[in-house]
């Protein structure tokens, strides 16, 4: 790389960075640490690329933005973004970050609910926005239909099944798992603990897909050299910037929070942690896309419907749906650093969770 | 219940309205709009109230229609107090606006205060009918009011105003939104209803002809703090053989006259009265 | 959401004169006002204390909102939540401070589309009152346009909106929403513009056409000066429909900084502090007062051409 | 008469002509630019989805309709209920006054979290009170102001007959305050089908068209977001055309129209005693 | 620019207004207001209509002014078609309401037709000083409409009509909504100010007395389809000479009841029209 040459130049080098955007899927928070700490860390700029990060939110579709030509990269879930392939969306998944799902399904550990059969006649919540396609997909597998239960549309918060109106909550191990964990029971005053729920884990239950993947556009990768280059630039400090977060997840949590995120100090450590821990270990080395679950992903969107009858998509994802050519050759350029590209090591920390999660 | 209870009401040996230095003073705006005023109706008598506009003519009404209390002085209808009248519905009222409500058919319009007292439907249909027929507009019945003309309207009006057969009508500028032709065609069509029914009329106006061709005496107002000018008595002869030739005759005329000059001697020299 | 009501009848009539406009008559108006308020947060609380903790439930729905300090947080702590820090972090501002701040944001959004509105509000009457034609087939296309659910929309304008560059220009995602923003403001003044527009009455435009004034002196001698009363009410219509406006676009269209934004991501941590969510629906309650106060005070310059309301 | 048959065959004809127009250049633009569907879906590729989706389209048309007319009865009901009581009182009028001055112009949609909570997430009651008070606000206004619209000289006649205050309220004050309510209620009736539809963003049961049209537009599947936005629209239309009906049968001048300028429908044009175009005449319709 | 050019408009030879054969069909409605209506009004000469209401008296006038055309017939005003006169602003007119604009001054008011027609600012100022004086309203320049009685209201649409010293003044039912009083008053002024201008005046009016103390000439119409009835010259001496004692003359009577006769002769028999 010739990035360290750059950035030698001195403070007027900015000017020969090249702009890069990335729309992010949700608003600043831990999920995005490696992200961000890539820019805080300047490895961005080591890279020659001058990025920004773009939030998200409500019902903001990264996918569009990056077909639109808001921004260059997106990161988007891949059955959401495999909707929008079939849609006309011209994009390719060129690195997939979270190896597993980091969807639970959480119900009280008295209601029964052990399994996704135990689904039949509840209450299901769900954020709604296309992330409701792994309980159809799950509730598929099991041979259940879309209307054998009622689906409720979950605020984001918990509220809706700390307060019953839900038998069985969607909730990401990141974040929703830990604002359950946060709350007070107001029969013991304490704060719940885990054995007060039973939760049921996607990537065992059946249903799982990826998740958090960097999207591309197709044609850019196909015909401009230059978009292909910045492509590995930018994934080359993505992966410096996730081994950080893995290394050092406080500090991590302290650039999340500086960049807005208004999660509470020991709630954004613990989404660090727990965000570590669905990219590492990567066994194949991190954003190396696995077919397999690439195929059950495609499997699953392919057999899932709503309850208004339609399904995510109809027909296989062309294949120009993913490659690991990009990813390749930024491990290959990381090869001589010093860089544990698949996480052997990696250790999650201990976070103690406290009320509200300040 | 009916309609008409001859013992009570029909023999009249009692005066109309009886006012006695009645004044009126409205606070708010401090105006003094009546003061002292002293007037007597007789029973079937036919008064007009003339003056300019602001003289109080309209307020002098609503006392004695007891739409307003008196500031002072007192005031008999028919031997009692204007409140017990009012709820004895010894008088009908009309106004400039006919007044009639919109949704309600012209029958139902004129049956409306029998109907807030209780007589029962067939009675009413009845009433109602001889109405019409009184003010010539039996087919009018089904209609809705703004399906008639101006005129039609304030038959309507005073169609309703006889409708509980009161002995004293009060009029409150009847015509004054009509045509002059119309106009002289309501008045010929007035003497005669009220001919008819013996009511006592107090009838406020602004047209000298019309308060000389309709009146057995015209009290002439003069204005801030309203009081009774003069009083001009009439001698057109009986309401009921008064025809239109009278308009053209020298008597009225020279009553014209008298009613001007009394009008202009308590009105203010011109110039200062902007109005 | 708010309703288009005062265009649909005459500006309304001041209260006759010697009723109501005394200065006690004033004081009392403030002070039920006060009172009403008050009366609202003594009721909350009352009905917490006393209601039943999971609500009224008949049948299915829940007709009664439950009780817990999750649904209905104490009024105080509402009030002392919003001079509390937003977060613990070191040199969080206090949470009012940065509510006001993410209002005067979207105070500034929904002013633009505001003013987008009242332009093409305006443009849409002067050409309805220019041809008749024009009136018949565009109204009711008006009157449904507002049947539409803008948030559909919102997608839809942002994506439009980026692939727009135009020489140094460049389209900010703060237009889109401020032009979604002006998608419901538009209607009221256009509404309220074009029966201000035709207020005056057949007399005054014989008068008008005696003196053989052509259209445009007509419409600035008569048509405008008449539609002021007319249209004052529809622009503060129009500027609390801006806020609304602004408010929901900034959810869909996922802009952050203002205090739509703001309502849905405190909602999402609603669960450990329920009382800091009300932070930022009190300022939407205050922006649209203060969007919908500003309006009122060009009323003031105005008075001249009110004076229809007092005397007719 | 031909020329009267032909004027409102215009005013019929020209919406409609517009509407077709702006329908057929849509489709134009779409075939002819070769506009994917992605980007701007063709109103034929909108009804296909329509067709394609009916039964659950028809379903989400059901469960926001019915959230909307719970909201829209509902507030009528607690409008015209409080109006007529600060008709009455000059208390209530007083502590009513600014409430609703300030519900007037604050963004009623962002209670919705927060009524979530309160209600239930698995109830639709939370958005059946954003509907509702939506309603209110349009419904209360008018009702007030049709309470006051009687004219002096009616109630000078009720006291000269010496009504009770209860028929008074029965015979006068709410016949005349009747068209004013009813233009209320159709002013409302959007506010309610779009109130219930943008609170279905903000969480409760899915099903409705708000929810479906988010959970299309998440995945890209714009024709059928479209296609759930259509049904916003007709349900939209549907509350209108339904409440206007309603508005013109109850009022007066509307129900019987002048139909004919001969001589005895006319009124002189000296006499403003016409007083039946007191009813309120709608810019809307 | 100059307010007056003697040269074209004082030395008036032509009639003011002539209309030959006027017709007027309104195909809406199929109502023939106008049928073959002959007039001319000399310069100078005032002119009452007078007719029962609905017999096309404003749409003549309308006509006259140009707000509406004929269906048939011709009209000249001053020798040039009824739009040219309406361009060159031959007329003034004048409504049974003022018609002011509420947002301006009593004086901006006056000025709006001088504002219009480009004269500069300090022309229209003094002009609208002398028509105040006129009026007799001197001190009322700075005050707003609503700040006026009707009659003041209606002195300042006369002061308006006359701003840019037409040679003909239309009016219709200009003092119709104003008190019987006050009314004669304006009358009287109207004859001054007449006198001072020497302009020609077609006035529609519902009021006997009123056109019979106006006019030169009363102008007697019949109803559907509105014909002239009859033409009943006046002779009441010159206006500026005509005082309120007038009013009380014999000559004045008889020819009131001159109009009146003419006037219920073309009327239909009473009952048949229930206006
Ligand atoms: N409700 C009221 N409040 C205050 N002042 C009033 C009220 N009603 C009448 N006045 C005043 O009392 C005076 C007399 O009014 P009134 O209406 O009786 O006059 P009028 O003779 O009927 O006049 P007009 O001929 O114009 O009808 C006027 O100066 C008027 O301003
Ligand atoms: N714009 C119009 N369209 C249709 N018919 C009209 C129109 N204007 C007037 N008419 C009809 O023409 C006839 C004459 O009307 P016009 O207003 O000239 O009567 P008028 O003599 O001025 O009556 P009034 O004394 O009531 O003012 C009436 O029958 C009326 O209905
Ligand atoms: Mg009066
Ligand atoms: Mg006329």
Redesign the interface.
Known sequence: STSGDDSGGGDGGSDDLTPVSLQLQWLPQGQFAGYYAALDQGFFEEEGLDVEIIPSGG?I?P??AL?AGDVDYAIAWV??A???IE???NITDIAQIFQRSGTLQVAWADSGIETVADFEGK?I??W?????WEIFAAMAAEGLDSTSV??????FNM??FL????DAAQAMTYNEYAQLLESTDPDTGELYQPEDFSVIDYNEAGGAMLQDAIWADTERLESDEEYQETTVAFLKAVIKGWAYAASDPEAAADITINEGSGWGLTHELWMVNETNKLIWPSDNGIGIIDEEAWNSTVEGALSAT?????S?ITEEPPSTAYTNEWIQMAHDELEGDDIDLTGADFEPIEVELTEGGE | MTLHNPSVKSVQTTDAVVATGVSKVFDAAGVTALDGVDLVVRAGEFVSLIGPSGCGKSTLL?LI???DEPSGGTLQIFGKSAKQA??D?D?G?A?????????RTVAANIE??L???GFPKAQRADRSRELLDLVGLSDFGQR???????????RIAIARALAEKPNLLLMDEPFG???EM?RERMQTELTRICAETGAAVVFVTHSIPEAVFLSDRVVVMSPRPGRIETVVPMALGPAHERGDQIREDPTFFSMVTAVREALHQGAPARGTDNR | ?????????PP?VRPARGRGTSPRANL??IG??A???L??AVVWELYKWLGPSD?LVIG????L??TSD???PHIPDMLTRLFEPVTRADGSPPLWLEVANAAAVTLGIAAVGWLLGLIVGLALSLVMVRWR?AE??????I??S????L??FA??VR?WGSRIEIGAFEWQDWMSVALIASYLAFFPIA?GA??GLQSPTAMHNDLMKSYAAGWWATLIKLRLPASVPYLLPAL??G??NA??GA??AE??TGLRGG??RM??QY?GQ?SGD?AK??G??FG??I???L??GSVALIGGGLRNYRRAEVSA | ?S??SRDTL??AG??V???VFVLVAWQLIVTVGEI????LPSPLSIAGQVVE?W???V??VGSTGLNALIGLVVGSVVGVGIALLASLSR?VD??????VA?L????????A?????????????GRRT?AGL?VF??VF??TL?GLRQT?P??R??M?????KPG?VVR??TI?AA?P?IF??IR??S??A???A??A????????G??????????????A???A??VG??V???L??VVTSALERLVT??AA?P?G??D??????????????????R???T
């Open positions: 019902d579709v996918q569009d077909v059955p959401k495999l909707g929008s849609a006309g969306a209450r919540g769900s709604g926005f296309g992330n409701e009622e689906i409720i549309t979950q605020d509220n809706a307060e019953g109106d839900i709503n309850e208004s009858g339609a995510l | 609503r229609a007891d739409l009012r709820i519905q008088y009222i106004f400039q606006q006919a007044g009639l409500l919109p949704w409306l205060p109907e807030l007292h809705y009011p703004d399906e008639l003309s101006g005129g039609m309207q304030q939104a009509l045509d119309t | 959401m708010t309703a288009p009501s005062a265009l649909d009848a309304a009392m108006r039920l006002g009172a009403a308020l009366g609202i609500g299915e729905a829940r007709l909102p439950r999750l649904a209905m034609l018949s087939s565009l109204m009711p296309w009157v449904l507002q049947t539409v659910p948030i559909a997608p839809v994506s509404i074009l029966r503060r219509l500027a609390a806020v609304v408010i929901v959810v869909s205090i739509g309502i849905v909602a609603a329920p969510s009300w930022p629906i939407a309650i922006l649209g007062l969007a919908a | 008469m020329a009267r215009v005013r020209a919406p002509a517009l509407g994917d569907d992605y980007l989706f039964p659950s389209l379903a989400a208390v007083y502590l009513s006054a600014p409430l300030g007037a112009v604050v963004p009623i949609v962002a209670l979290p927060v009524l979530n909570t309160m209600f239930g997430a698995d109830s639709e009651t954003i939506a606000v349009p206004i008018n102001r004219a000289v009616h000078d006649l006291r000269s007959y010496a009504a028929q015979v006068l016949p009747r004013y233009t209320g002013i409302a959007s506010l089908v779009i109130s539809l943008v279905e963003y903000f969480g409760g049961p899915r099903g068209l708000g929810s479906l049209i988010s959970s299309s537009a998440a995945t890209s599947a714009y059928r977001a479209w759930y936005v916003g629209i349900l939209g239309l509350f209108f007066p001048s019987f002048h004919t300028t001589s005895t429908t006319r009124t002189s044009s000296t006499s403003s005693t016409n007083l039946s175009n007191t009813a309120p709608k810019e809307l």
